[in-house]
């Protein structure tokens, strides 16, 4: 069985390319078509994150190119800072957005979400670079085989006495728990304690309490409420 990955640790990219804060506008080009990165993060001293520069700050330059039949009355450039930067302290986004490696997978993803972003420094606890986390990096987690999630969920329910009586089958991700339950109060609190292995896609309840009578309940999401 694989074991699921639990945090930022386990998914991010440990050797890390990365520039200087003095590194030029076409080393950072470079850098970024070798590695095929979109963003790259900045460092001083013996590796401490102080900035990004990704491809939305270098195209100022370029978007700010002016046109053949540009006047001298036109308007200027939106960004002249960075369409006139040269080094990549001129040019990242500062601080950085950055996650640490023992957070959890859910917190990394909501952080790139949030903050818009496609990858994150993964710093420690003096901010120096230990990995990159992508987008990518956190799908992973949804490539674990259905075998994999259903002997997962079934060691959550083992935790949960009330659960004994239920089994589990996964089809693409999809999480369909049977049998019976006692306890009708419970099933939000299962429900979330299973949606939290990780390669869920989905769950789905098909449920009978103890005189046999059917509890289905069709699609459980993330909220962990029913439809």
């Keep these: ?69 540009s006047a001298p009355g036109d308007p200027p450039p939106m960004d ?10 001129q040019l990242m986004s500062s601080p950085a957005v950055t996650v640490h490696a023992d957070a959890t997978i859910a917190e990394a993803a909501r952080i790139m979400a949030r903050r818009h972003v496609k990858r994150l420094p993964v710093v420690d606890g003096s901010g120096l670079l230990q990995g990159v986390v992508s987008r990518g990096d956190l799908l992973k987690v949804f490539l674990r085989s259905d075998e994999d999630i259903a002997s997962e969920a079934l060691g959550v329910l083992g935790g949960i006495e009330a659960a004994a009586g239920m089994g589990v089958q996964v089809s693409d991700g999809v999480v369909v728990l049977g049998g019976t339950l006692s306890d009708r109060s419970l099933v939000p609190l299962i429900a979330r304690a299973v949606r939290a292995v990780e390669g869920v896609v989905d769950i789905r309840l098909d449920l009978r309490d103890r005189d046999g009578h059917d509890r289905a309940q069709g699609a459980w999401h993330a909220a962990g409420s029913a439809e």
């Design 1 to 69: 069985m694989t074991v699921s990955p639990h945090t930022v640790s386990d998914l991010m990219t440990h050797t890390a390319v990365a520039v200087g804060s003095r590194a030029s506008y076409k080393d950072i080009v470079e850098l970024m078509d070798e590695w095929k990165v979109s963003a790259l993060p900045v460092l001083v001293g013996e590796g401490r994150v102080i900035g990004v520069v990704s491809e939305a700050d270098l195209l100022p330059k370029e978007e700010n190119r002016p046109a053949a039949t």
């Design 80 to 89: 002249v800072g960075k369409a006139d930067a040269l080094y990549a302290e």
